[in-house]
């Protein structure tokens, strides 16, 4: 019996690493600020991608330590999340991720238009990081779509309009996210339990 334990283990041992999958909702505290809830891995995003769009590496980590100094959302460990955390988002759909957070660009020129979710996640060496991304537009050549999750490859010293955002993440104590709810200083604004695919 032991032995079969331990073979449990083992063998569950790829699917905690990873995280699982990411059961998100859309909070809004009641000085109006936004996250999104992980239930499931006890994490909060941070909802809007457009903020940090533009800015270099060393830019969006310094934005992302004002998140801490100013305890958005009543947490201060906000940063820029790992390929480990990154990871129970890439099981989610593109429409998911498109529903739950706040675009990095959207664009209209006369009949064009495209509309990106994307940001640097901590990944990446010798003045490169990576993004993670989905977006999709209408060109005079039809209607495009990129799937969730794309990965692309950005200078730090660049800024990126459409692919420059960042996915910036907080552990979140489970009991600390009863609290909010229970205490009324949080609402649920969505619950992304099943959805229909977004328009567009």
């Not at 283990?9 to 059961?23: D, E, I, T, V, W």
């Not at 201060?76 to 498109?98: C, F, G, K, N, Y």
């Not at 495009?144 to 794309?150: C, L, N, R």
């Not at 996210?177 to 200083?185: D, E, F, M, Q, T």
Request: aromatic share 14%.
């Amino acid at each position: 019996m032991k032995t079969f334990l331990q073979i449990l283990a083992l063998a569950m041992l790829p699917a905690l690493a990873s995280g699982a999958p990411a059961s998100l909702s859309i909070l809004q505290n009641s000085a109006g600020q936004k996250a999104v809830s992980d239930s499931v891995n006890n994490e909060m995003w941070y909802w809007d991608l457009s903020t940090f769009a533009n800015g270099t590496y060393a830019q969006q980590l310094a934005g992302i330590q004002q998140l801490n100094v100013n305890s958005y959302f009543g947490l201060t460990d906000w940063h820029l999340a790992s390929t480990v955390e990154m990871q129970p988002l890439w099981e989610l759909s593109s429409d998911t991720i498109r529903s739950d957070f706040n675009p990095t660009q959207v664009r209209y020129e006369g009949s064009y238009e495209w509309h990106y979710w994307s940001g640097r996640f901590e990944s990446g060496s010798g003045g490169v990081h990576q993004a993670s991304d989905t977006a999709w537009g209408n060109f005079v050549f039809g209607p495009w779509d990129f799937a969730w999750p794309q990965i692309v490859n950005l200078a730090d010293s660049g800024g990126y309009s459409d692919y420059g955002g960042a996915w910036v993440v907080s552990p979140v104590p489970e009991p600390q996210i009863a609290a909010l709810l229970s205490s009324g200083s949080a609402m649920i604004l969505f619950l992304h339990q099943r959805r229909k695919r977004i328009c567009k």
